[in-house]
């Protein structure tokens, strides 16, 4: 199980939440539920409608992390031009703070 997180996010942290979520459903800020797993080090997302997992690598997460740790935001309009997953990676954010694994603003 992750460990809360009382600094700013690392990438090797936000792994460890996705862990910790696998096999669980999840839900964007759109209520669209979806899955998260862990693949060649870096997160995927199973959206629940389709059934196909995508991830993007681990660069664009790592932006994604950078980008979170400025703002704060939980807004996936915020990080669209960083990964296509914003939605899920926002989700995932959310899961953790209601869990209290991940400190919010």
């Known amino acids: ?14 792994l460890a939440l ?6 669980q459903t999840l839900e964007t800020v759109t209520g669209k539920n979806f899955t998260v797993g862990i693949y060649r ?11 196909y997992g995508q991830a993007d690598g681990r ?3 790592e932006r994604f992390v950078e980008r979170y740790n400025e703002t704060g ?7 669209g031009k960083l990964t296509r997953n914003a939605s ?4 995932l ?9 991940l400190e919010g603003p």
């Open 1 to 14: 199980m992750a460990r809360r997180n009382d600094g700013p996010l690392t990438y090797e942290h936000l």
């Open 18 to 23: 996705a862990r910790a979520a696998e096999g």
């Open 41 to 51: 080090d870096a997160p995927f997302f199973t959206p629940a409608a389709s059934g």
């Open 59 to 61: 660069p664009p997460v």
């Open 73 to 79: 935001s939980l807004r996936p309009g915020d990080y």
């Open 88 to 91: 899920y990676l926002v989700g």
């Open 93 to 101: 954010l959310r899961w953790a703070r209601s869990r209290g694994l």
